[in-house]
Nanobody, 126 residues
Framework: QLQASGGGLVQPGRSLRLSCVAS????????IGWFRQVPGKEREGVSC????????YYSDSVRGRFTISRDNAKNTMYLQMNNLKPDDTAVYSC?????????????????????WGQGTQVTVST
């Protein structure tokens, strides 16, 4: 199971750091990803990181502002979000590769993921 936390209400330009803790399977075996969803819209893949940490992808909308990282010893992944914008408002959730080995293989990485943990709400507003 995956549990995201760290969301909240912030003003534009501020920062938040999201965390996602896994219970059960060690995250070190998997590529992992962050997703976000706004009601009425499709879930969007925000960022992924490979099991080794040497491959990372970001969506165009967050590149340069968000940073994904992982701490396998803590079975935890993070999403540092800087210079937040109102368009970043969404429920953010995390997931891991279900075993395909392609959790962060190429730009099509979001389609690999099939289930997501409980999300955390991020609201960017004045």
């Amino acid at each position: 199971q995956l549990q995201a936390s760290g969301g909240g209400l912030v003003q534009p330009g501020r920062s938040l750091r999201l965390s996602c803790v896994a219970s059960g399977s060690p995250l070190s075996y998997y590529g992992i990803g962050w997703f976000r969803q706004v009601p009425g819209k499709e879930r969007e893949g925000v960022s992924c990181i490979s099991s080794s940490g040497d491959v990372i992808y970001y969506s165009d909308s967050v590149r340069g502002r968000f940073t994904i990282s992982r701490d396998n010893a803590k079975n935890t992944m993070y999403l540092q979000m800087n210079n937040l914008k109102p368009d970043d408002t969404a429920v953010y959730s995390c997931s891991h590769d279900p075993g395909t080995g392609k959790g962060c293989y190429d730009k099509e990485w979001p389609v690999v993921y099939k289930s997501w943990g409980q999300g955390t709400q991020v609201t960017v507003s004045t």
